[in-house]
């Protein structure tokens, strides 16, 4: 049974940076591809970022532009997710996904695994 432990949210001002990681453990894996979705109030959760089992590639929603940044330290099971510039529509609760599939025509879509989803507030 594959375990996702996630970490890092909080509250911060707009503008601000939050670092968030997750770490997979037990279970076996299809791909190992690893990423995040969120989820804000009355909206549909959506694709953040995801990173390959090498580290390899990465991928992220269109929305973010260039502000956060996936990696996969010696392509180990740990994974972080760095937001930068963060604005108040950031504001969500942030799943970590293990096991995502490749993406079909640019679209990516979630593994089976998921975490338990972590708060991240952005606001003065």
């Known amino acids: 049974q594959v375990q996702l432990s996630e970490s890092g949210g909080g509250l911060v001002q707009p503008g601000g940076s939050l670092t968030l990681s997750c770490t997979a453990s037990g279970g076996t894996y299809s791909s190992g591809a690893m990423g995040w979705f969120r989820q804000a109030p009355g909206k549909e959760r959506e694709f953040v970022a995801a990173?390959?089992?090498?580290?390899?590639?990465?991928y992220y929603g269109d929305f973010v532009g260039g502000r956060f940044s996936i990696s996969r330290p010696g392509a180990g099971n740990t994974v972080f997710l760095q937001m930068n510039s963060l604005k108040a529509e950031d504001t969500a609760v942030y799943y970590c996904?293990?096991?995502?599939?490749?993406?079909?025509?640019?679209?990516?879509?979630?593994?089976?695994?998921w975490g338990q989803g972590t708060q991240v507030t952005v606001s003065s």
């Open positions: 996904n293990a096991d995502l599939p490749a993406p079909v025509r640019g679209r990516v879509s979630p593994g089976q695994h």
């Open positions: 990173i390959s089992r090498s580290g390899g590639a990465t």
